[in-house]
């Protein structure tokens, strides 16, 4: 059975950092692309960053381009987004979801708050 638990989400202050964890098992993830998306309540989700299955090729978003940093450790199975100088629109649920051919995969969602 295919999990992807995300975690590291919180509270944080405008100018903060977080570093968010998506764990994958039941899958090998190095022969998976890994994304990360988040959806605010009322909108579309939204792509927020690629990984390819190597890690040599990252896309972002504009919105986060430059602020947020996607990485992956194949041997640990799991895929990381790094989000610096925060602000309020970047308060959603993050998601991680994993893609192979016509084949996906994705986390419950982890709650990302930035607030003074």
């Known amino acids: 059975q295919v999990q992807l638990v995300e975690s590291g989400g919180g509270l944080v202050q405008p100018g903060g950092s977080l570093r968010l964890s998506c764990a994958a098992s039941?899958?090998?993830?190095s022969t998976w692309v890994m994304r990360w998306y988040r959806q605010v309540p009322g909108k579309e989700r939204e792509l927020v960053a690629f990984i390819s299955t190597t890690g040599s090729i990252t896309n972002y978003a504009s919105s986060v381009k430059g602020r947020f940093s996607i990485s992956r450790d194949n041997g640990m199975n799991t895929v990381y987004l790094q989000m610096n100088s925060l602000n309020s629109e970047d308060t959603a649920v993050y998601y991680c979801?994993?893609?192979?051919?016509?084949?996906?995969?994705w986390g419950q969602g982890t709650q990302v708050t930035v607030s003074s």
């Open positions: 979801n994993a893609i192979r051919n016509m084949n996906q995969y």
């Open positions: 039941g899958l090998i993830l």
